[in-house]
């Protein structure tokens, strides 16, 4: 209506141009899937997947950006497992959406938000209803086993007879430790061998560094060679 002194002189007409309106634009939320590491065992390990509330939630991500009360109510992970040691680089991730939970299921963003959909209001609600979501996969990180083999040197005892004698090779002491299908070599440029005619006593050149495991998931450990006397 036009009103005010002279408003009747008037013959109005209202024409609405636009209708104004409240803009709530969805607020920030980042949710980082947190790493998880273990050590080669042999068997397959990782991320067994499944739908984690609450508490359990918190332990499989870290959220940052959460408004007022909102809380992380839910989260479901992909199964995810590897076997052999290494760095799985953003292979944790998530199946579905995440859920937002308020403490009181009447509240009024819960209220408006079912009411929209026809339906009575519950604890949870889902985060991309408030916000724009970015999920940062984790890391499956399975590290190598550590393992310490000992060796030795073989033993050649002659007595003197004017000829050159041989003595070469190696044993493992603790050979149970060995992995099946793995070996130990003599992984050096010259051969472990002293071959010798006078007198004495000839040492091999046993040295820790010039050792190496081979084989079927030789990669999964992290060797210590010790020489033992």
Known sequence: ALTGTGA??????????????????????????????????????GEAGGHYTEDAALEKVEV?????????????????????????????????????NRPDATSD??????????????????LSVNYK????????????QELEIHVKGNEETVTYDGNKHTVSGFEVVNAEDVPDGTEVIWNFT???????????????????????LTGTGAD???VTFVVDS
């Open 133 to 144: 979501v970015t999920v940062k996969n984790g890391d499956l990180i399975i590290n190598k």
């Open 109 to 126: 963003n819960a209220r408006e938000y079912y009411e929209s959909l026809g339906q009575e209001p519950i604890e949870k609600m889902p």
């Open 64 to 100: 940052s950006g959460l408004q007022g009360n909102d809380k992380l109510w839910s989260i479901d992970m992909k199964e995810y497992k590897e076997t052999d040691a290494n760095t799985y680089e953003g292979k944790l991730e998530f199946d579905t959406t995440v859920s937002s």
């Open 8 to 45: 009747d002189n008037y013959d109005v007409t209202f024409v609405v141009d636009s209708n104004g309106g409240l803009t709530i634009n969805k607020a920030e939320l980042t949710i980082t899937i947190k790493d998880q590491e273990y050590t080669y065992n042999g068997e397959a390990q």
């Open 190 to 212: 010259t051969l472990l061998k002293v071959e010798k005619a006078n007198a004495g006593y000839y040492e091999l050149p046993l040295k820790a560094d010039r050792f190496a």
């Open 220 to 222: 999964n450990y992290d």
